[in-house]
């Protein structure tokens, strides 16, 4: 499915039961493993991609196996027209979105005397812009005591040197998700992040040399770097009613990367 190889979840819980979810950038890596994560909780899970096709079929074939239905639907967040057509297929097939994962997202470095507003835009257009957009289309299929979920970064509130606008598309989105915890909690939908560290994922790979990559490690409390499946863990309990009394809130699941 990728190269970083993804683990399916025995969990005896099925938490999500009759749930309907809908994970943005559901293909791969994080994403990939909070989709597994749902349907293994019983979720029906709709993921959506951008070029992957064949990852996208084949999680869709992998959830299939655990006996929950699952769909995969192309779509680029940062794109008005395909969110909407992305939310009208999941309309079609499922008929309405019980919990949002807002995971899609890009990362780019550039060192500021080489900021662009290209760059901006590319960050911006899918970090925050598309997680608007899917958000403010997906409500409109949303039950009250909805869940929505953005997948932020701890570098939103860490200093990492190339990664300015990366950073500032985080901490906007960490910005979002506590002004919409208050607006939206009339209608009893909770909205909280999760902010991962390091984590092995394919893109990390392409984007930390060796190095850099070992230092994470450590300074990270727990001595090594995160997996999708711990970032999973995470957005499946915020998920349930068992996060219920949570909102607002951006979670660091990062090892102790941050402290």
Not at 72 to 89: C, P, R, Y
Not at 117 to 132: M, Q, S, T
């Amino acid at each position: 499915m990728n190269a970083v190889e993804l683990k399916t979840e025995v969990v005896s819980s099925k938490r999500l039961l009759g749930k309907v979810a809908l994970v943005t950038g559901g293909s791969r890596g994080i994403g990939a493993a909070i989709a597994l994560r749902l349907a293994n909780e019983g979720a029906t899970v709709a993921i959506s991609y951008v070029n992957n096709r064949g990852a996208a079929e084949d999680l869709v074939t992998k959830i299939a196996s655990l006996g929950t239905t699952a769909f995969a639907f192309k779509g680029n967040v940062a794109s008005d027209v395909e969110t909407s057509a992305l939310i009208e297929q999941v309309k079609n097939a499922a008929g309405r979105i019980d919990i949002l994962i807002n995971n899609a997202g890009v990362f780019e470095g550039l060192p500021v005397d080489q900021v662009n507003v290209n760059h901006y835009d590319r960050v911006f257009d899918v970090n925050v812009k598309g997680v608007i957009q899917t958000t403010v289309e997906a409500l409109k299929l949303m039950p009250d005591g909805g869940r929505i979920i953005n997948v932020s970064s701890v570098a939103a509130r860490m200093s990492m040197p190339g990664a300015s606008i990366y950073s500032a598309s985080k901490a906007a989105l960490d910005a979002l998700t506590r002004i919409w915890a208050q607006e939206l909690g009339s209608r009893k939908i909770t909205v909280n992040g999760v902010a991962p560290g390091t984590t092995e994922t394919d893109m990390y790979r392409a984007a930390i040399p060796e190095e850099a990559r070992q230092s994470f490690t450590e300074k990270t409390a727990l001595g090594r770097v995160g997996t999708p499946d711990d970032i999973a863990a995470v957005v499946a309990f915020l998920a349930s009613d068992d996060a219920r009394w949570i909102t607002g809130q951006t979670i660091s699941a990062d090892g102790g990367v941050n402290i």
